[in-house]
C-alpha cells in the first residue's frame, strides 16, 4: 500500500511570491491535514479537509488556503510569502475524519522564502 | 486554548538506559494521546498511541502512562538504543475538535554508545 506522498520536495521562493504545495493521501483515506514545521517549533496545525470540505483550520493568516479534490488529494496555498513562511510542510492522511484514528505523514516539502 | 506542554526539550542518555518524556495538556476531555518519532530528515511516524479508558500502554521497550486526574501522560523508552535517537512528539485530540491533534514542541532523545 503506498503511503502519503507529497510535491514537490523543495521549493524556493522569494518574499511576496505564491506557492501551492501538493499531497496525496493514502487509498481509501479521505481527510487530509496540514501542519507547518518551523525549526524548534513543533507541528503548527493548519488546515484539515474532509471530504472535500474545509473543517477546521489553525491560528494562520488567510493567505494560507487550501483546498480538497474528488479523488481527496489536497493543495496547500501560501500567498504573498513572508521570510518566516520557511518551514516543513507536512501533510496527513487519516482514514475519517470524524472518528479517533491514526495520522499518517507524508514525507513533508521544505520551503525556503529568501 | 487547548495547549500541550513537553519535557524536556532534549535529553541525553547512555546506550542501555531508560527514557522518559512528559506531556501534559489542558482539555480533561480529551480522549486520544499519540506519540510520534521524526528521524532527522525522515516524516514523523507513530510509534504508540493510548485512550483515555487505559492508564497504560506497553509495546516492547516502549510504554505511554497517562494520569486522567493530574492531565499528563509520558513516554517510557526502556534499553535505549543508539537508533533511538530522534525528535518525539506528543499530541493530545482535544474534545472540540474531532481527529484534530494538537502536538508539544518535541523532545531530542539523544542515545549515545
Known amino acids: 500500500e503506498a503511503g502519503v506522498t507529497q510535491s514537490p520536495t523543495h521549493l524556493i521562493k522569494t518574499r511576496g511570491q505564491q506557492v501551492t504545495l501538493r499531497c496525496s493521501p493514502i487509498?481509501?483515506?479521505?481527510?487530509v491535514y496540514w501542519y507547518q514545521q518551523a525549526l524548534g517549533l513543533g507541528l503548527q496545525f493548519l488546515l484539515w479537509?474532509?471530504?472535500?470540505?474545509?473543517?477546521n483550520r489553525g491560528n494562520f493568516p488567510p493567505r494560507f488556503s487550501g483546498r480538497q479534490f474528488p479523488n481527496y488529494s489536497s493543495e496547500l496555498n501560501v500567498n504573498a510569502l513572508e521570510l518566516e513562511d520557511s518551514a516543513l510542510y507536512l501533510c496527513?492522511?487519516?482514514?475519517?475524519?470524524?472518528?479517533?484514528?491514526?495520522?499518517?505523514f507524508g514525507p513533508g516539502t521544505r520551503l525556503t522564502v529568501l | 486554548g487547548e495547549n500541550v506542554e513537553q519535557h524536556p526539550s532534549t535529553l541525553s542518555v547512555q546506550e542501555g538506559d531508560s527514557a522518559v518524556i512528559k506531556c501534559t495538556y489542558s482539555?480533561?476531555?480529551?480522549?486520544?494521546f499519540p506519540w510520534y518519532k521524526q528521524e532527522l530528515g525522515k516524516r514523523p511516524q507513530l510509534i504508540i498511541d493510548?485512550?483515555?479508558?487505559?492508564g497504560e500502554k506497553k509495546d516492547q521497550r516502549i510504554a505511554v502512562t497517562l494520569n486522567k486526574t493530574a492531565k499528563h501522560f509520558s513516554l517510557h523508552i526502556t534499553e535505549t538504543q543508539p537508533e533511538d535517537s530522534a525528535v518525539y512528539f506528543c499530541?493530545?485530540?482535544?474534545?472540540?475538535?474531532?481527529?484534530?491533534?494538537?502536538f508539544g514542541k518535541g523532545t531530542m532523545l539523544l542515545v549515545s554508545p
Open positions: 496527513a492522511s487519516i482514514l475519517s475524519g470524524r472518528a479517533v484514528n491514526t495520522q499518517y
Open positions: 487509498s481509501g483515506h479521505t481527510s
Open positions: 479537509y474532509d471530504e472535500g470540505e474545509e473543517r
Open positions: 482539555d480533561s476531555a480529551s480522549n486520544y
Open positions: 493510548i485512550r483515555s479508558n487505559v
Open positions: 499530541a493530545a485530540r482535544f474534545s472540540s475538535g474531532y481527529s484534530t491533534l494538537t
